[in-house]
């Protein structure tokens, strides 16, 4: 895990950024292992949960995301036991790479912590915060050909795939957020699963010279949220900030790292894909701007926008310990064009 976490951008794109084994293996069309894990997985259900499963490909269901607590769509893991809930487990793996599945699991855990923390009645909190409260959708038929897709998608996750032939054509929305976004249980007992993402766009920050600092400090001011929750496409305007041109080399090896994190957690595939796309552009045009205090636990918020891409980061809940991250694809999330 600790090889995994120290990763740069420039090792992924060492790796992901060769082409793609040829071949109908698993390794060049993860799509293929997406399809067999939904297929197993829908093979142990009732009856009962197998309609609560299974949407149409076209059913506006299928852009029906968030990743606030409330009611969902589709089979939860708590209704879910033995075979049942590890053909599941499968199927969310086969989205991840082991680092994104671990990931996945931090989240959910963080759950119970809230059920402890919160006030109100029990049967109410039980009800409201559980590391099971996760909900899996399949939108169409999963087979090695055609289009299908499927949701993985509770608190503060957000999981949203769409495979065609076998490769995956669509992996966005995917949004990650941890709350609390730190547990302090003292010296060497602390957790912060998503700590990374802020402390490696902190440090660009504070290396900033003045004029770099005036391109990228957009306002002292955090916004309370990242644009477009629930929208089934992403909500921008222009990109404002620090060119990653105008960085130094030394920023631009943070930036890189940065990027990194934000990949890491998807399948090979999915990681290529999303590289290729910035290199097509090239990485010079790419902006980062920084909302809010420059101070750990204070309120901030920071973008990062490319031709292809955008990503935007919020931690101002809760006193500043409450992360909400995500990338989405700026040609359009969910195989849909931009604006549809």
Known sequence: MAFVQRLTLL??????????????????????????????FRGLLTDELKKKLSYSFDDPERVNWHFIP????????????????????????????????????????????????????????????????????IFGEPSENGTWGWRFEGHHLSLNFVIRDGVIVSSTPE?????????????????????????????????????????????PDAPDEIRGPGEAQPVVGEAVGLRYAEMSPDQ????????????????????????????KSGMDNIRMGWWGDAEPNKRHHYVIQGSSFVIEYNNTQNSANHVHSIWRNLAGDFALPAGK
Not at 178 to 199: C, F, H, K, Q
């Open 70 to 137: 409330r009611e969902r769509n589709g089979v939860v893991l708590w209704d879910l036991e033995g075979e049942s809930r590890a053909a599941a487990d499968e199927l969310v793996k086969s989205g991840l790479s082991a680092a994104g599945y671990l990931t996945t699991l931090q989240i959910r855990s963080l759950e119970e912590v809230l059920y402890l923390f919160e006030g109100g009645e029990e049967e109410y909190r039980r009800q409201r915060r559980h590391t099971h409260k996760y909900h899996i959708t």
């Open 252 to 279: 631009q090896k943070l930036f890189r790292e940065l990027i990194g994190e934000y990949v890491k957690g998807m399948p090979a595939q999915v990681v290529r894909d999303r590289m290729q796309a910035i290199e």
């Open 175 to 219: 949004m990650l957020g941890t709350n609390p976004a730190l547990i302090d249980a003292g010296p060497g007992r602390s957790l912060r699963v998503l700590g990374t993402r802020e402390d490696l766009a902190r440090s660009i920050l504070l290396a900033c010279n003045d004029s770099q600092k005036k391109a990228m400090w957009i306002s």
């Open 11 to 40: 090792t992924l794109c060492s790796i992901l950024l060769l082409p793609a084994v040829q071949g109908e293996d698993e390794t060049s069309r993860p799509g293929l292992a997406m399809a067999k894990a939904a297929v197993t």
